[in-house]
Nanobody, 127 residues
Framework: QVQLVESGGGLVQAGGSLRLSCAVS????????MGWFRQTPGKERDFVAV???????YYRDSVKGRFTISRDVAKNTLYLQMSSLEAEDMAVYYC?????????????????????WGQGTQVTVSS
C-alpha cells in the first residue's frame, strides 16, 4: 500500500525553475529518510538530495545552492525546488524513502538503500 507519486516535471529553459512534488501514502514522511534521485538513459541512478527525520539535508555538489529539498508534514509530501536549471539537470527524477534503522548507519546517497520508489517525472531543460 506504500505509494510515492511524483509530479511537477516538464519543459523549462536553461536558467529557469521548477518544483517537483512527491505525494506519499502508506508511510509517514516525517518518520522516514526521504530522498531525490535522477537518472538518464544508460546511466546509473544518481543521488540528488536527502532530508533526514531531523530535517538535516544533504545535496550532491553540482546542485548545492540551486536545489532545495523540503517536506510538508501536514500534506505528507516531499518537494524539490530547482532553480538555475542547466542542461545537465535533464533527467527523470525519482523520490524515494527508507526507514531509519535502529543501531545502524545509512548510506544516504546510495539508491540501493531505498526500498520505496515513485515512478519518476521527466525534467527537460532546453538550451
Amino acid at each position: 500500500q506504500v505509494q510515492l507519486v511524483e509530479s511537477g516535471g516538464g519543459l523549462v529553459q536553461a536558467g529557469g525553475s521548477l518544483r517537483l512534488s512527491c505525494a506519499v501514502s502508506g508511510l509517514t514522511v516525517s518518520r522516514y529518510i526521504m530522498g531525490w534521485f535522477r537518472q538518464t538513459p544508460g546511466k546509473e541512478r544518481d543521488f540528488v538530495a536527502v532530508i533526514r527525520r531531523t530535517g538535516t539535508t544533504y545535496y550532491r555538489d553540482s546542485v548545492k545552492g540551486r536545489f532545495t529539498i523540503s517536506r510538508d508534514v501536514a500534506k505528507n509530501t516531499l518537494y524539490l525546488q530547482m532553480s538555475s536549471l542547466e542542461a545537465e539537470d535533464m533527467a527523470v527524477y525519482y523520490c524515494a524513502a527508507r526507514g531509519a534503522p535502529v543501531g545502524g548507519s545509512v548510506s544516504y546517497a546510495d539508491f540501493r538503500e531505498y526500498p520505496y520508489w515513485g515512478q519518476g517525472t521527466q525534467v527537460t531543460v532546453s538550451s
